[in-house]
């Protein structure tokens, strides 16, 4: 069955430290999004690509970026870590037809300490 | 921008109960709505997606209205469960500009269902 699929699942790490959270989709959707899911705040759109070699930033987008070299994978690297980055982390995919739901991966837990 | 609100932000009730969240927003230019459920520790999963065009969508005992000119949306859930309890999350896809194919999202309305 086609899936998305994140990794790590959680993951903790120190400030300052480069890390990337890996997003990773079979059904050949040409639609990636990553969002960030704090309390109080709801779902926030970091960055969004619609197709290979297309990112576009989100609403939250400093201190991250992507990029997008095959459909199947939208990675998301944290340049360089902050505590206010702590969060949990979801991507997401959609067809390029609009008017089609997303789907969610699992989520990744990220801690900054 | 396009601000999406959910009322009440939490709510419990005994199971059998049918219950009424609701979801507004600012900017009626929307391509559609969906609303999504959230269990704890797991990502989202769309329950319903409403077409700007459509009225209403319906899938077992949860029906969901739209009506656009006003900016409102209900999520109806008929005979409450335990298995129901979770976050539901409402969201609206734009329709203009770059912005075409974005989804924003309400906070969420946490649900407890107690037997």
């Known amino acids: 069955d086609a899936e998305i699929t994140q990794s790590p699942r959680h993951k903790i790490t120190e400030t300052g430290r480069q890390v990337t959270l890996a997003c990773h989709q079979t059904w050949n959707h040409n639609n990636m999004f990553w969002y960030r899911q704090d309390l109080g705040h709801g779902l926030r759109l970091i960055h969004y690509s619609y197709g290979v070699q297309d990112t576009n930033k989100g609403e939250v987008s400093d201190g991250y970026s992507v990029s997008r070299s095959n459909t199947e994978d939208l990675p998301l690297t944290l340049e360089s870590a902050a505590s206010s980055q702590t969060s949990v982390y979801f991507c997401a995919s959609s067809p390029v037809e609009y008017g089609e739901t997303q789907y969610f991966g699992p989520g990744t837990r990220l801690l900054v300490l | 921008k396009q601000e999406v609100t959910q009322i009440p932000a939490a709510l419990s009730v005994p199971e059998g109960e049918n219950l009424v969240l609701n979801c507004s927003f600012t900017?009626?230019?929307?391509?559609?709505l969906q609303w999504f459920r959230q269990d704890p520790g797991k990502g989202l999963t769309s329950l319903l997606l409403?077409?700007?065009?459509?009225r209403e969508q319906t899938s077992g005992r949860l029906n969901a209205s739209l009506d656009k000119s006003s900016g409102r949306s209900t999520l109806y859930i008929a005979a409450s469960q335990p298995g129901d309890s979770a976050t539901y999350l409402c969201a609206v896809t734009a329709d203009r500009g770059s912005t075409l194919g974005r989804l924003y999202f309400g906070r969420g309305t946490q649900l407890t269902v107690w037997p």
């Open positions: 409403i077409q700007s065009s459509q």
């Open positions: 900017d009626s230019a929307i391509y559609n």
